[in-house]
């Protein structure tokens, strides 16, 4: 008898799976625990495994027979898309986006729309934390990282306008990728902040990560291999930002750790003023979204954000401009100095999942949405009641490739270490 | 008998028709200059204007009784979108873009889909320029151009990548303006080149610009008020790029007459090497059009550009991330540079409109585009055969506004020196 956890407990990712030929026994193993999970995480708006396993066929590309979750922000078409909403809204739009379309013409099976909190907005949906069902598996991308964490998908594709993959994928205890803005084209992806908006990834491993993004960026799939860091940098963060289950401390060890393996590891403060960085996201993201939502305007729906957005709405540009002015320098700033690191390192999310009432908070992974610049989450610990803790890396603009690289580094070690 | 000439050769622009409440006439003109010389202008792929004076209702918002032409690359919910194409290709997509569906939400009446270049690429459609039916109105937004110069519609939208709006408003003696990259939402705008995008705006008049451009931004429409430069910057050209017309006499002498009414004009050589931006320019162009043309490849039609597109099919990211930087570093130099100036003056275009079967060089324009910075081209000469010239003006990022009162000036000037 097949054992209905065997599909998530299996350390292997989706690259050593494609090397043995052996995809579509992991599908079936897939669409099993998910006949028998899916009930309680509830990581799916809807999804259907009959047609997933009709086109379980070998052979057809690099992803081929890869059970793919697609967050319900993101246009497919097959399904309905409702943004996370009651209703369809897209109403007469079934057409795959492009990131989609792209996996599909790999040989990737799209299995189903993964929950999506209410317009991406922090109110949560049904979706559980797989490792404990009282917690959140985070949001808004709840679904696509509950459903690989649940092993019902290799891959999920998710969004980041804050921090919606990075911290679902650090309570999940799966990989979570943000690419450099604009590496993954957005065309067929429910625009909430234009300039703040990215796809996602979620994986069973950066290599598979990579795997995935490369697929659709690239007419070929690469196979990444780890790369150990050099030079790697850790961010001190200032005592505003709360941190749970020991954060600091593991984080402290492990730069030990790295150093004692003869890693070069550099100490700093963020360099970002708090309130500065949370002026910017806001003049940045509240323009943005007050225009985009004029038309139809689902926010609505959440009374509070309606009013947060309110003064925003007739604003001009002159604010906003202002803003993305200061974003650039920002940029710069950081990737002067990124540029002599491997990587970027510090936690993921502020602590383990917090229980199912709460998607948790984002202020680990604001400040690198805004800047662009690449991020991956690497499940590295787990807290005292078991739950995963991830390390966040991050890279200089454009470091996608040589970053994931590292992670997979990262993520060998772990894996090694259990 | 109304002369059917009337709606163009009116030199009022659409604020002050507001003004007089003589909204409703001035559309049943334009009506009327459509139906007698539509099918010699060729200006749009489909309108429907029966539909359009249905609609023309005074005090429905800023906006009332406006006609509006919509470039073919734009969806709108009542017209199909065929992207200057033979066969509809967005089937089933009868959506408003964002940008249409905030000028409807105005009062602004869309009189139909204007023709676009196939797929935006240089290859002429049947559109002719109104000065002058051999020759070209440019490209590709040669319709929404040619609609506004022949008096058929007060505004129309159009888009650049290169120089597909600021090109064809001075061939077709029009007032063209590229906003800042990001002012303008591009949701429902087929994408080209996801970072060189952006939505541009045919009119009479600068301030006629602004209005529509402030109506889709905000929720009231601006009526900008001319201001007099006092600082101005005039960019001397290399010699590889052609000028004719007597381009470079007509923008010194227009510097010496500035000079004698008081405004500081500093003349300086274009601040960038034309090679180093001709490849930054074609590894963002070619690396983004290579990626979004995947998925359907409509490029298929025209075989050359597909020859020149596939070695970036396959390429990583590297050399497209190295781009983005290069770019950074050109807009904070021009940034240094264009924030001591009221705008940076320099041809719109290598001189008049050419004979029909070439589309014009875009190599004005390009610079500017791919910088974000905000730009607009007012009709400020015509040549020995009667044909318009425009003057360019650049301004530094986000100053749209302030640019748009700055080329309201030079509007007025010329309008006085008529």
Same mark, same amino acid.
């Not at 803005?181 to 065309?187: A, K, P, S, V």
């Given at each position: 008898m097949i054992d209905e956890m065997d599909a998530a407990t299996d350390c292997r990712d989706f690259c050593a799976v494609a090397e043995l030929g052996a995809q579509v026994a992991l599908a079936e193993r897939q669409l099993t625990a998910l006949a028998a999970r899916e009930q309680v995480i509830q990581a799916f708006v809807c999804h259907d495994a009959a047609a997933a396993r009709s086109r379980l *066929?070998? !052979? +057809? !590309?690099? %992803? *081929?027979a890869a059970l793919v979750g697609v967050k319900d922000l993101i246009r497919t078409a097959d399904f309905p898309t409702r943004y996370g909403a009651r209703e369809e809204r897209a109403a007469g739009i079934r057409q795959d986006a492009w990131c989609v379309a792209e996996i599909r013409r790999h040989g990737g099976v799209i299995l189903g729309k993964t929950v999506c909190t209410e317009f991406a907005y922090p109110v949560p949906g049904p979706t559980t934390n797989p490792h404990d069902v009282r917690r959140t598996p985070g949001g808004s991308s709840s679904g696509s990282a509950a459903a690989v964490a649940a092993g019902f998908v290799s891959f999920a594709l998710g969004t980041q306008t804050a921090g919606s993959t990075i911290r679902p994928a650090s309570y999940c205890g799966v990989t979570g990728f943000k690419p450099s803005? !604009? %590496? %993954?084209? %957005?065309?067929g992806v429910q625009a909430v902040s234009t300039t703040l908006d990215h796809l996602g990834v979620f994986a069973r491993s950066p290599r598979d990560a990579w795997y995935l993004t490369s697929a659709m960026v690239m007419s070929r799939a690469e196979v990444v291999v780890a790369r150990a860091p050099k030079r790697l940098l850790v961010l001190r963060l200032p005592v505003q930002i709360a941190q749970n289950d020991g954060y600091p401390e593991r984080i402290a060890e492990l730069a030990m750790s790295l150093r004692r393996d003869g890693i070069a590891v550099t100490t700093i403060d963020l360099p970002f003023r708090l309130d500065q960085f949370a002026n910017l996201q806001k003049d940045l993201c509240y323009w943005e979204i007050a225009r985009i939502l004029r038309v139809g305007g689902p926010v609505r729906l959440v009374p509070q954000l309606e009013a947060q957005l309110a003064p925003y709405r007739? +604003?001009?540009s002159a604010a906003y401009f202002a803003a993305r002015s200061r974003r650039q320098a920002f940029q710069q700033e950081f990737q002067a100095l990124a540029a002599d690191y491997d990587a970027v390192l510090m936690p993921a999310a502020t602590g383990a999942a917090p229980p199912i009432d709460d998607t948790g908070d984002a202020i680990m992974n604001r400040f690198w949405t805004a800047l662009h610049v690449p991020v991956a989450s690497v499940p590295f610990w787990r807290n005292d009641a078991g739950l995963p803790l991830g390390l966040q890396l991050i890279g200089a603009f454009g470091s996608d490739r040589a970053l994931l690289a590292t992670a997979q580094w990262f993520h060998l070690r772990r894996e090694e270490a259990r």
């Open positions: *066929a070998p !052979g +057809s !590309g690099p %992803l *081929a803005y !604009g %590496l %993954l084209h %957005l065309d007739d +604003s001009d």
